[in-house]
């Protein structure tokens, strides 16, 4: 079975720092791209960064440009998304997920075929 599990959720003040962890099973590192996304209370899901496992290329969208970074490691089979400077409009459940599509880095949720369960970040005022 394929399953990923994104974990490291909490509350953390304005300003903090927080680190996911994004954990696969069921298939190896250096094919996927995998990505966050979140979504907040009342949103659209929207793509947050992703990473190719293969090449390690990393693309952004605004609402991580500058605060948050992401790695890769392959012999864990993990994927690390690193924030910065957290803001209360960062709260939402971040999900992790998987794509072998081409254009992973478009962040349409339709080209990721795996998910996570999602984890849950507070940012408090």
């Known amino acids: 079975d394929v399953q990923l599990q994104a974990s490291g959720g909490g509350l953390v003040q304005t300003g903090g720092s927080l680190r996911l962890s994004c954990t696969a099973s069921g298939f190896t590192f250096g094919n996927p791209a995998i990505g966050w996304f979140r979504q907040a209370p009342g949103k659209e899901r929207e793509g947050v960064i992703c990473?190719?496992?293969?090449?390690?290329?990393?693309y952004h969208t605004n609402s991580s440009k500058g605060r948050f970074t992401i790695s890769s490691d392959n012999a864990k089979n993990t994927v690390y998304l690193q924030m910065h400077n957290l803001e209360p409009e960062d709260t939402a459940v971040y999900y992790c997920?998987?794509?072998?599509?081409?254009?992973?880095?478009?962040?349409?949720?339709?080209?990721?075929?795996?998910w996570g369960q999602g984890t849950l970040v507070t940012v408090s005022s």
């Open positions: 997920a998987a794509s072998w599509s081409g254009r992973y880095y478009d962040f349409r949720p339709a080209q990721y075929i795996y």
């Open positions: 990473i190719h496992t293969g090449d390690g290329l990393i």
